[in-house]
């Protein structure tokens, strides 16, 4: 079946844009440069983010990296300032507008949408590493959640998640 989605600042939409996450992007469209490394000078989310993943930069850098749940972009912008990789970065909130004001410099890099983690607009066995940090508290269904990431996986990719029990 034939769907149309819309494209607003730049940015497809594919989902419904009032959704149960409306207030994440509120929150992260009015204090979108909070947890930015290159607004507070500090390195608590490049620190975070590498200690998680244990990944190696330089090894990601010929690679299509997907990022579930990118909030107002902390973690975008750690990524793409250190790997020469592609990122492509959804959430399913509003939120995806301050990811790229706060990331437009990597525009090459980086390929936003606004998606369901339960619908992405990828192909299954698409990506060789998935990050999905501090989201899957928020998702309805915790396992369906990571289910879909996996779907996304290709055979011998690595996902990396972190959450807090509810």
């Known amino acids: 079946s034939n769907k149309i989605f819309k494209i607003k600042k730049g940015i497809p939409r594919f989902c419904p844009e009032e959704n149960y996450s409306e207030t994440f992007g509120f929150q992260w469209n009015l204090f979108d440069k909070v947890q930015l490394d290159s607004f507070s000078n500090e390195d608590l989310s490049h620190n975070r983010f590498w200690a998680e993943t244990d990944w ?3 090894e990601l850098d010929a690679l299509n990296v997907l990022e579930v749940g990118s909030g107002a972009g902390r ?3 750690v990524f793409l300032k250190s790997t020469k990789a ?24 980086l390929f936003l949408s606004q998606a369901s983690i339960y619908e992405m607009p990828f192909d299954d066995c698409s990506f060789e590493r998935i990050f999905c940090l501090g989201v899957l508290q928020h998702t309805p269904n915790f396992e369906n ?19 807090y029990p509810s």
């Open 75 to 77: 973690f975008t912008e």
């Open 56 to 58: 190696d930069p330089k």
């Open 86 to 109: 592609n990122l492509y970065s959804i959430d399913y909130s509003s939120a995806v507008e301050a990811n790229l004001n706060n990331n437009y410099k990597y525009c090459s890099r």
């Open 145 to 163: 959640s990571v289910k879909s990431l996996i779907r996304k996986l290709k055979i011998n990719g690595e996902v990396v998640v972190d959450f």
